[in-house]
């Protein structure tokens, strides 16, 4: 027989059906085949017509057509569970025949969920296939919202374990068939519903678990503040719940992405901000305020987050937590993982867990566990790992939102940060172990392996609290925050004042601070490392916004650039994204910063070494165009100091006689500007166009832009496109000009990180867009009539 079509479809009525029978089939051409039945099913499942559900069928029709599609009793059992759930029923009957049901189908998912999966895709009409045509799924869904209904101004009332059977039987049918999911998702009503089923504890796990798949798949985001007593239901949760509870609040805080890389242009991404501006909050800006308005939400989060392995709920806890492990976290493949660990370890430890088979438990609904039974070690970190990457991502997300200052606030009182930090060695970044957990199917480097998961949301969380936040100095300890005075106190320059208005009852004890730590792990990170661009990005963050000597000083005593440049040019590291990092951070390092070029050409000794390096900044401009942007900057200042010091440094730096040259200057320019065009601007290329500026902007200063507009004229006739870059360089400034006069943050960093004031960024771009064909820096004195192309409409539609 041929294997079952995939069910999938929009979702049938939720309405009951009228309760007549179809005897007999003389309407429907005789009696079909087993195969037209599914058919007919099907076809009403997606149009809510016709045959729709077992009920629809006599008991001994699908007995008799059960003997020969073996349907596994399926359709009969519906056909009672309809019969013993209406609204007068004790629902006793009802949950027996689940308890009949469930198996069924729960043998089925664990199949579907481990290497037996493709074996289960080729069983002729799979259970939880026939379960879902026959009506079960809506039914279940029926049986499940009867509380909402009132006879006579009482509430109907379910047990928790029928509402648990109802629920493990959802998710088993969403698993196994397709569409179920999103059928599920497409009823609103039942989604806020599941919320309040996580009240009890015997039904919580299965109930998050799937309204995470739900939301996974839900086209428009759910609101938070439409959950009943949310603030309630969120306080009640304990520790444990509250870790899973992240899984789902993930999905209901960040901006869904469309998938479509057009989208992530800023051309996209403005017209998207018109539009929202007219509509109010989006979904997940409201859902994020809703649950910081939860009393001590936050604190808790920064609680569970800094929680101490040894802390963490005991053996019986955790293992009845596992007991329906098939729901568990993601699916079986955790599992998996906890098991193989948990195995190797008992044989080294005398200690035993033994875990029955799904459904078997004592009384008290706990897996046989032996007198001397231990929790392995492994299982309990990876318990508090997988827990801690969720609290992580949320608090992350929160972080980013509308309401930053709050939430750093919050953080810094509940004291996150130091937490972590004494968490760093022991978890964040433990050493592994032979038997390090990984997920089946995967490897330990991995980025599906929970540990991985772990140090990159970490990693994350960090370059999110620094972004441009005086907070970050409590990533340092108070050893490390008087070195910063004594840096600026050696320099004779005045202390920053961030530094001097931070509370050190909240930052970092120890030894070390979590910045040092990290620099640490990092200098050792092999060459391959998955971690690299995430680290180079964290301490990035840390050196963003207005340049402080002292901050640059602090991380050049510790070898970072040295560190740096080893990476770039003696590993001759290939990745982009690693390489982009590595030059951000290596420009905001060595900014204006005399020592940090003496280093430099310290280090960079050599020709050969400084042609690779060279190699390196030309191969994309993309990922390297704000180094040279530091580097331009910074020989401009320095050329305007009067220093011995200073003169040393100019007279002897390599990389500051290159740039210094106007050829070098106007082959960056032609190429970034040549690289970039309006429809295809985007956050991460965008910088070219300002690093283009910055060039212009310096030449305008020395009354130098004429003869550097003069020059890219003849450089466009050069490669036999005359006019072709000019226009496109006016069209990115008159993009430019929408851009960036309507978005304070974005000027504001403008202005930081170059110490040119965006006054003076607005005065050039409006120079060069001088429609005066006689002024002599304006750009379209520069393009022929013939090849005049500068009106060009380029908003999106």
Not at 363 to 387: C, D, F, V
Request: with cysteine; hydrophobic share 40%; glycine share 4%.
């Amino acid at each position: 027989m041929a294997a079952a079509p995939a069910a999938a479809g929009s979702g049938a009525g939720r309405g009951r059906r009228a309760a007549a029978t179809v005897a007999a089939w003389g309407g429907w051409g005789g009696r079909p085949r087993p195969g037209n039945i599914l058919l007919q099913l099907r076809q009403g499942q997606l149009t809510g017509r016709g045959l729709v559900r077992a009920v629809q069928f006599t008991e001994t029709f699908l007995t008799e057509r059960d003997k020969q599609s073996k349907w596994s009793g399926i359709p009969q059992l519906l056909l009672k569970l309809y019969a013993t759930s209406h609204l007068h029923s004790d629902f006793i009957e009802c949950q027996n025949i689940l308890k009949e049901i469930s198996p069924l189908l729960s043998m089925e998912a664990m199949a579907f969920v481990t290497e037996e999966r493709k074996l289960t895709q080729e069983t002729t009409y799979p259970n939880t296939y026939i379960f879902d045509l026959f009506g079960g799924v809506d039914l279940l869904v029926e049986i499940l919202m009867r509380p909402t209904i009132s006879i006579r101004g009482q509430k109907l009332k379910i047990s928790d374990e029928m509402s648990k059977d109802c629920l493990s039987i959802l998710y088993n049918t969403c698993v196994c068939t397709e569409g179920v999911t999103k059928r599920l998702a497409e009823k609103n009503d039942f989604v806020i519903f599941l919320f309040t089923l996580m009240t009890s504890k015997k039904t919580f796990l299965q109930t998050a678990t799937l309204i995470e798949d739900i939301l996974g798949v839900k086209k428009e985001m759910i609101r938070l503040d439409e959950v009943p007593n949310l603030s309630s239901l969120v306080s009640n949760f304990d520790q444990q719940q509250l870790a899973n509870f992240c899984r789902i609040l993930a999905v209901t805080i960040s901006e869904m992405d469309t998938g479509n890389d057009d989208k992530h242009t800023l051309l996209a991404k403005n017209a998207q901000q018109k539009k929202s501006l007219s509509l109010g909050p989006s979904a997940a800006e409201i859902n994020q305020a809703a649950l910081l308005s939860i009393p001590g939400f936050v604190e808790r989060l920064c609680k569970l987050a800094t929680r101490k392995v040894s802390e963490s709920t005991g053996t019986a806890s955790f293992l009845q937590e596992l007991e329906e492990w098939y729901t568990w976290l993601d699916n079986a493949l955790v599992l998996d993982a906890l098991m193989r660990v948990a195995n190797e370890e008992s044989e080294h430890s005398q200690a035993s867990i033994v875990f029955p088979p799904p459904g078997a438990s004592e009384e008290n609904g706990l897996p046989h566990t032996s007198a001397r039974t231990q929790l392995p070690q492994s299982m309990k970190i990876m318990h508090e790992i997988m827990y801690k990457l969720e609290v992580l991502y949320v608090l992350c997300v929160l972080l980013m939102g509308r309401q930053r200052n709050q939430v750093h606030r919050m953080i810094a009182e509940f004291k996150l940060i130091p937490g972590l930090n004494n968490l760093f060695d022991k978890l964040i970044w433990r050493k592994h172990s032979a038997s390090a957990l990984v997920l089946h199917g995967h490897n330990q480097n991995c980025d599906c392996s929970p540990d991985i998961t772990l140090k990159i949301q970490f990693l994350r969380l960090l370059q999110s609290f620094s972004d441009h936040h005086e907070n970050k100095y409590l990533l340092l300890n108070n050893q490390e925050l008087n070195e910063l005075s004594a840096i600026s106190l050696k320099a004779n320059i005045p202390e920053v004042e961030a530094v001097l208005n931070t509370d050190r009852s909240l930052v970092c004890d120890g030894k070390r601070g979590l910045l040092t730590r990290l620099l640490q792990v990092m200098k050792k990170e092999p060459a391959e490392s998955s971690f690299r661009f995430w680290q180079a990005r964290a301490v990035e963050s840390f050196l963003r916004g207005t340049t402080s000597y002292a901050d640059q000083m602090f991380l050049l005593k510790r070898g970072l650039l040295e560190h740096i440049l080893y990476c770039i040019v003696d590993s001759e590291c290939k990745s982009r994204d690693v390489l982009q990092s590595y030059f951000d951070l290596l420009g905001e390092l060595m900014k204006f910063n005399v020592d940090a070029f003496k280093r430099f050409n310290k280090y960079i000794n050599t020709d050969a070494k400084f042609q690779v390096f060279l190699k390196q900044i030309n191969s994309s401009l993309v990922d390297s165009n704000m180094l040279v942007r530091c580097v331009t900057l910074s020989l401009d200042r320095f050329e305007n100091q009067v220093d011995m010091k200073v003169a040393e440094v100019l007279s002897e730096c390599r990389l500051l006689a290159y740039i210094s040259q106007v050829p070098t200057q106007m082959s960056f320019l032609f190429r970034l500007i040549n690289i970039i065009h309006v429809q295809t601007l985007t956050q991460e290329n965008v910088s070219c166009l300002n690093t283009s500026l910055v060039i212009l902007m310096l030449a305008r200063r020395k009354e130098r832009l004429p003869l550097y507009l003069r020059l890219l004229q003849r450089m466009e006739h050069s490669k036999k496109y005359p006019g072709f870059l000019l226009n496109n360089f006016h069209n990115l400034l008159r993009f430019w000009q929408q851009h960036y006069l309507h978005k304070d943050k974005d000027s504001t960093c403008l202005e930081n990180s170059s110490c040119i004031s965006f006054s003076y960024w607005k005065e050039t771009v409006s120079i060069l867009l001088n429609p005066d064909r006689q002024s002599p820096s304006a750009l379209v004195s520069y393009i022929e009539e013939p090849y005049m192309d500068i009106d060009r409409d380029f908003t999106e539609e």
